[in-house]
């Protein structure tokens, strides 16, 4: 048995090396990026790509699954901690969807139903993109959709997500700041895929923002909670708290929980938590609970593995 494990350990350390080789090679790829447009879907996941309930593993991705149980100190009870680790060959796999693929109506959806509908090996709930129109800066899949920063109460922090896959934040951000980000970005050869309006981030650059106080998100609350980090180009984390009822953590625990579970994340970024708080995996909701509703949109991990 040892040896069979230590043949499987080997075995995937050799192809999540061989990754950057596969997407590069001219001839004979096995990797194929998956199209911009929202109605492209991930391709569907290999059987054996299936190593166990916690770990999958094909020429394209890799994710691992992992669980510890914790007593923050302003829960009332103990809670469950879960992260996952994703590794991609190509920013096209870290994708978005809406429920019905769409924009134009209030419809929602549940995470599980949407995130088979799109092939995700890993899917986690976004913002709340069609709970209102008239509340953030919304870009998914390329596609510009709403720029209500200015008419909100407080002020928010802005995730981009561009097509190099990689993190960046606007703090606070105004209309007028996130035009001029894009800009810098697009002058650099960069450009906007996904923005999420929601946060507060919790790390930026590699450090720990200060969220104690932060008055939109009821950040000293002990609660269900979510988020997504970017470990290193193509490496990514989500992190969920199990929570309600005066359970869960808050706002500054999680993020230092983040930095405890990865010192070297370059962003983690809050998204919507209590009963949106949803992370599926392999086409399953890992946290069920009765409070858990349907929602608008996700962010999705997809396997771009060819034939």
């Not at 829960?75 to 996952?84: F, G, I, L, P």
């Not at 009963?275 to 409070?291: C, D, F, R, W, Y």
Request: glycine share 6%; charged share 20%.
């Amino acid at each position: 048995m040892k040896n069979a494990n230590r043949i499987r350990w080997i075995l995937a350390v050799l192809m999540l090396l061989a990754l950057p080789l596969i997407i590069s090679s001219p001839a004979g790829a096995e990797v194929r990026p998956l199209g911009m447009d929202m109605t492209v879907h991930g391709n569907e996941m290999k059987p054996e790509g299936w190593l166990s309930k916690e770990e999958y593993l094909d020429e394209s991705i890799h994710i691992t699954v992992n669980t510890k149980p914790r007593k923050p100190k302003s829960s009332a009870d103990r809670t469950t901690c879960r992260w996952v680790i994703i590794e991609i060959a190509d920013p096209s796999q870290l994708r978005t969807t809406m429920s019905n693929e769409t924009y134009g109506d209030q419809t929602l959806a549940r995470s599980v139903a949407m995130a088979k509908s799109v092939n995700a090996v890993v899917a986690m709930n976004a913002d709340f993109i069609k709970y209102t129109y008239d509340f953030g800066y919304i870009i998914r899949q390329g596609v510009f959709y709403r720029d209500m920063l200015d008419s909100q109460k407080y002020p928010r922090d802005v995730l981009v997500i561009d097509n190099n896959g990689d993190f960046s934040v606007v703090p606070k951000a105004s209309s007028a700041d996130m035009a001029a980000y894009l800009a810098e970005m697009e002058s650099e050869g960069r450009t906007a895929v996904n923005t999420f309006t929601f946060g507060p981030a919790l790390v930026i650059d590699g450090e720990m923002q200060e969220v104690s106080k932060n008055p939109e998100h009821e950040a000293i609350l002990a609660t269900q909670r979510i988020c997504i980090c970017q470990l290193d180009h193509l490496k990514y984390a989500i992190v969920e708290i199990d929570g309600g009822n005066g359970v869960g953590m808050n706002l500054q625990e999680l993020a230092r929980y983040v930095m405890e579970l990865f010192p070297e994340c370059k962003y983690a970024y809050n998204l919507d938590g209590g009963g949106s708080a949803h992370l599926v995996v392999n086409g399953k909701l890992i946290h069920p609970t009765a409070n858990s509703r349907a929602i608008s949109d996700l962010i999705y991990f997809a396997s771009a593995a060819g034939e």
